[in-house]
């Protein structure tokens, strides 16, 4: 850093200021620092940093371990923010979803001074709760209980399922049929949930509930179900991959979609446009859930104090060729 400063003609301060994003540095001479740390091929020592700071700057991301769409997109997401945010990351994954093996996830992560942790945990855990996580270090979960003493960021998936089937009773469908995810994860039981309520909100008793996976093979399996019920006309599925099942057993049904029966899914996963037809479907926001995520937990580590703050960010419905009114 000094040889730095020497080159540049700025003091050693001045370069630590510009090294670490400070305000107070005109852009001329932030320029001729930048410069100067390109010439001179200049890293900052990260391990010397820590130990003036007690800072790592290092987030911890314990993931699922699972390829669904929502899962890998948070992650990805709240790596980007993170990295924004002048922090790198360091991912773990557990090897189960239950409350021991993201205990023990956590505390490696701890062992390798990372200064907080965001908890991909969209499964319900026996006691609904993982707040014993690693003492006091600043933990946000995603996705997580709406009970626990942890700080929560989530996308509202209620009202993304009421929004969906409001969306098909609006058009003029009876009922709306739903196709759930496995009901041990939060995200499935809470679509059943705004499934339930758009119905109730018209005074209409739902019709029974089919049991997906997240896989298309599971919404195929659905789909070829609901095909032989005389009368289905409107089905959402609880995400796109069963949703996509489900339009292959209506196609091999020959029954049409929408002309038949309209399909609205859940995710707007990138490739929904591009289904036969087209998805409507309903849009999480996980650039926004990457974004919050680490806000509160820089709040934390800043603080040196956990929060139970939550934060519920708003999914969007997107209309797409799927759907429509219900045939005569």
Known sequence: ???????????????????????????????????????????????????????NRTIGIVGTGHALHGPVSTLYSVERAARQAGYSVLVGVPTSLDEDAINACV?????????????????????????????????????GSPAGELAVVSVDQVAGAREATSHLLELGHREVWHVAGPLGWYEAADRVSGWRMAHEDRGIDPPPMLNGDWTAKSGCAAGTVLAQIAGVTAVFAGNDSMALGVLRAFDAAGRSVPR????????????????????????????????RSVEILLAQIESGTRSTRRFSIAPRLVTRASTGTPPD
């Open 1 to 55: 850093m000094t040889d730095v400063a020497r080159l540049a003609g700025v003091s050693h301060q001045t370069v630590s200021r510009v090294i670490n994003g400070h305000p107070n540095v005109t852009e001329a001479t932030r320029a001729r620092v930048n410069q100067a740390i390109t010439q001179l091929g200049y890293r900052p020592n990260t391990a010397a940093r820590a130990l003036v700071t007690g800072s």
């Open 107 to 143: 505390r490696r992560l701890q062992k390798q001074g990372v200064d907080g942790v965001v908890v991909i945990a969209p499964l319900r855990t026996d006691n609904g709760d993982i707040a014993g996580l690693a003492g006091d270090l600043p933990l946000v979960a995603v996705e």
């Open 260 to 291: 038949d029966v309209s399909v609205v899914g859940f995710d707007d996963v990138p490739d929904a446009e591009f289904y036969s037809p087209p998805l409507t479907t309903i849009r999480q926001e996980f650039g926004e859930v990457g974004i």
